[in-house]
C-alpha cells in the first residue's frame, strides 16, 4: 500500500513514529513487514527500532487481526461484573480462544488492561469504539452485527450523557458524576483565567499557585508551583508543558470524564503554565483507550484558537502558545512522566534514568513540565479565584479537593469531587457500600486497608490517591485480587530492570504457593521480604509500587495468608513429582508411586 499521505501528514518526523504506525495499522489492518521496511527506510531508523515500538505496546500488531479486533479488559473491575461470561460466549461463538483469529477471519479476541470503565463493566473496545455495561444478551447482538458486517461505529444504539452525546462523540460512556464540587465541577468561564494570568508576570503565576499549595493530583503530589519554578529557570531554546492524560491505574476513570466535561479548563490550565514557565508549546499526551475523544478535543481547541484563548496573541495579548495531541498506544508504564516521554518521542515508553528530571531535559531534551489533566483543571481554578479561596478548602497539608473515581461494590459507582479529609467510612456511605470487606485506595499500587483503616482520611499526609477507590464487600475472595493485580504489573512491566521483570514473577509463584496450601513459616517470611527488596530495588514507580497488592493485604489481612500456610512444616515442595509424570506413566503404563517407593 501506498503510504505518501501519512509521509506528507508527518513529515517523516521520528517523534511521530507511533503516530505513524497507528495509521498504518488502521489502512491495512496490522503493520506488516513491508510496512516496517518503508518506515524504517523513510525514517532513517533501524527496522529493530520499529519492531521494538510495534512489541512494546499493546495496540500495535505486527501480525494480521480479524475484521472486528475486540479488546475485553481484564480489570478487577471486569471480572467482579461477570467478564468471565462475555469470554465463555465470545469464544463458543467464534471458534476460538481468548488471543486468537476466528477460522473465517471475522473476529480477533484480545485481552488488555483496564480501559477506565471501571463504573461500567465489563466493557470492551470493538475496532476502537467503546462498549459498556456487556452481558451475554448485548454480546450475543454485537456479534450478530459483526456477522452482519456492520462499521463498529453504528452499532452503538444509545448514547451516554453529557458531551457523550456530542456529535463527535456518540458514546455510549457515561459520566456518572455523583457529585460536584466547587473546583474541577464548579462554576468556570472559558478564557477568565488566562487573561487574569496574563495580567500578572509569569513569576507571579507561579507564586500565586505555590501559595495555594497545588500537589499534584496525579497520585505523587509534588508541588505543581514548585515544578513550574524549576522548569521556568532552566535554560533550553525552548521549553514544553505536557498534559499526562494516560490514566492506566485500575480503577481510575476520572481524566475522561474531565477530558469530556471540562476540556478547556484543561486546556487553558495548559496556557497558564506555558505562559509560567515560558513554553510556547504543549502536548496532551491522550491514552489509545481514549482516542474516541480525540475528534471532539481537536474540536474544542480548534474553538479556543477562534475565540483567541489558544494560537497566536492570546487574549490581545504579546504571548503565544498551542497545543496539539499525542497519541498513545497502550502502556500503563507511561503514566510515568518519563516514559511518557520517551513515547510522546516515538519511542518505546520506558522510564529514563533521574536525574536530569524532566524539569531539565525533558521532550526532545528541553525543559518540560508535566502534569496531570486535574492538576491542569484546577490550576486554571486557583487562577480565577485566587490561592486563599483554595486553602480554604480540604486540610492545611492537603489544599482544595479531589475527584475521586469509585468503582466496585457500591450501589453509586462513579466520580465524586469531594474536600480533601473525608474518612473512608464517610466515602463508603456516600456511594453506598454496604457490607464492605477492603477499600483499594489509588488503584493497585496503592494501599488495600481494612475495616479498621476506615477512620483514616484520603488526604496526602494519610491515604493519598490518583483517584482510584476500588470497593470489595465481604462476598469477594481478596487474594483473587491480589492475584489480578499481580498478573497487572507483570504484563505492564516494561522490562528494564530485573526486580520489576523477574522479581514479580517470582512474587507471584511464592503467592501462588501459599494461597495452593502449600505455603509455610518461613515462605511467607520471604513473600513479604521479597516484596520490599523489589519496592526497594526497582527502577521507576512501577516497579517500586507493584508489590503492594501482597505487602499491603499482608499488613491487613495477615489472617488470610496464616490461614494457608503449614505452621508445622519447616519445607514443603511445590513441585509434585507424581502429578508431572501421570500423563507418561499412563502411555507406558508403569506405576510410579510404586517404583517410588521400591527404589528408596
Not at 517523534?15 to 495509521?23: A, F, N, S, V
Not at 531539565?360 to 513540565?369: I, M
Not at 490518583?466 to 504484563?491: A, Y
Not at 507471584?508 to 495452593?516: L, P
Request: with cysteine; net charge neutral.
Amino acid at each position: 500500500m501506498d503510504h505518501k499521505k501519512i509521509w506528507q501528514k508527518y513529515g517523516k518526523e521520528r517523534t511521530r513514529l507511533i503516530d505513524i504506525l497507528r495509521e498504518i495499522q488502521a489502512e491495512e489492518g496490522f503493520i506488516s513487514e513491508k510496512a516496517i521496511q518503508a518506515v524504517a527506510r523513510e525514517l532513517r531508523i533501524s527496522q529493530a527500532e520499529v519492531e521494538g515500538v510495534i512489541s512494546f505496546y499493546h495496540f500495535l500488531s505486527d501480525r494480521p487481526l480479524g475484521k472486528y479486533v475486540v479488546y475485553l479488559n481484564n480489570s478487577i473491575t471486569s471480572e467482579m461484573a461477570g467478564r468471565e461470561k462475555i469470554i465463555k460466549f465470545l469464544e463458543k461463538e467464534a471458534g476460538c480462544q481468548m488471543g486468537q483469529t476466528s477460522a473465517d477471519g471475522l473476529v480477533t479476541l484480545l485481552e488488555t488492561s483496564c480501559i477506565g470503565m471501571n463504573d461500567q463493566e465489563p466493557a470492551a473496545i470493538i475496532n476502537g469504539v467503546v462498549f459498556t455495561c456487556l452481558n451475554e444478551e448485548k454480546a450475543k447482538k454485537l456479534y450478530s452485527l459483526m456477522k452482519q458486517g456492520k462499521p463498529a461505529e453504528e452499532m452503538v444504539e444509545e448514547f451516554g450523557d453529557g458531551a457523550n452525546r456530542h456529535e463527535l462523540v456518540r458514546a455510549m460512556v457515561r459520566n456518572n458524576i455523583r457529585k460536584t464540587g466547587p473546583v474541577v465541577f464548579g462554576e468556570y468561564v472559558s478564557g477568565q483565567a488566562i487573561k487574569k494570568a496574563l495580567s500578572l508576570t509569569p513569576e507571579g503565576v507561579i507564586e500565586e499557585v505555590k501559595k495555594a499549595n497545588l500537589l499534584g493530583r496525579g497520585g505523587a503530589g509534588f508541588p505543581t508551583g514548585l515544578k513550574w519554578e524549576f522548569c521556568r529557570k532552566e535554560k533550553g531554546a525552548e521549553h514544553f508543558v505536557i498534559c499526562n492524560a494516560d490514566e492506566g491505574e485500575p480503577g481510575t476513570f476520572k481524566d475522561r470524564v474531565i477530558l469530556t466535561e471540562r476540556p478547556e479548563m484543561v486546556f487553558e490550565g495548559m496556557a497558564i503554565a506555558g505562559y509560567a514557565v515560558g513554553a510556547k508549546r504543549g502536548l496532551l499526551y491522550l491514552r489509545h483507550e481514549y482516542t474516541y475523544l480525540r475528534k471532539y478535543l481537536e474540536y474544542i481547541l480548534e474553538k479556543m484558537r477562534q475565540q483567541g484563548f489558544l494560537g497566536k496573541n492570546i487574549a490581545g495579548q504579546n504571548f503565544d502558545f498551542d497545543i496539539e495531541i499525542k497519541m498513545g498506544a497502550g502502556a500503563y508504564v507511561c503514566g510515568e512522566e518519563s516514559a511518557l516521554i520517551e513515547s510522546a518521542e516515538g519511542k518505546r515508553g520506558e522510564p529514563r534514568d533521574r536525574p536530569p528530571f524532566p524539569v531539565q531535559k525533558g521532550f526532545l531534551n528541553l525543559p518540560s513540565t508535566v502534569n496531570n489533566v486535574e492538576t491542569l483543571a484546577t490550576a486554571t481554578q486557583i487562577i480565577i479565584h485566587g490561592a486563599s479561596w483554595f486553602r480554604a478548602l480540604g486540610t492545611s497539608a492537603s489544599a482544595g479537593t479531589k475527584v475521586l473515581s469509585v468503582s466496585g461494590d457500591c450501589e453509586r459507582p462513579g466520580i465524586y469531587e469531594v474536600e480533601f479529609g473525608l474518612t473512608v467510612k464517610e466515602l463508603l456511605e456516600m456511594v453506598g457500600a454496604k457490607d464492605t470487606l477492603a477499600v483499594q485506595v489509588g488503584g493497585p499500587s496503592g494501599n488495600c486497608i481494612s475495616e479498621s483503616g476506615f477512620g483514616r482520611k484520603i488526604c496526602f499526609s494519610d491515604l493519598p490517591t490518583g483517584g482510584s477507590i476500588i470497593i470489595f464487600n465481604k462476598n469477594r475472595d481478596l487474594l483473587s485480587v491480589v492475584r489480578n493485580f499481580l498478573d497487572f504489573f507483570i504484563e505492564e512491566s516494561c522490562g528494564w530492570c530485573v526486580p520489576c521483570r523477574a522479581g514479580n514473577v517470582l512474587l507471584k509463584k511464592k503467592f501462588e504457593k501459599i494461597v495452593a496450601g502449600l505455603g509455610t513459616k518461613r515462605d511467607l517470611q520471604e513473600l513479604e521480604a521479597w516484596g520490599k527488596i523489589i519496592k526497594s530495588m526497582s527502577r521507576c514507580g512501577l516497579g517500586q509500587t507493584s508489590p503492594n497488592p501482597v505487602l499491603t493485604t499482608i499488613a491487613n489481612f495477615r489472617e488470610l495468608y496464616e490461614s494457608r500456610i503449614n505452621k508445622e512444616a519447616d519445607f514443603i515442595p511445590d513441585f509434585d513429582l507424581s502429578q508431572a509424570v501421570a500423563e507418561a506413566c499412563a502411555v507406558t503404563g508403569r506405576n510410579f508411586q510404586e517404583e517410588h517407593k521400591n527404589a528408596r
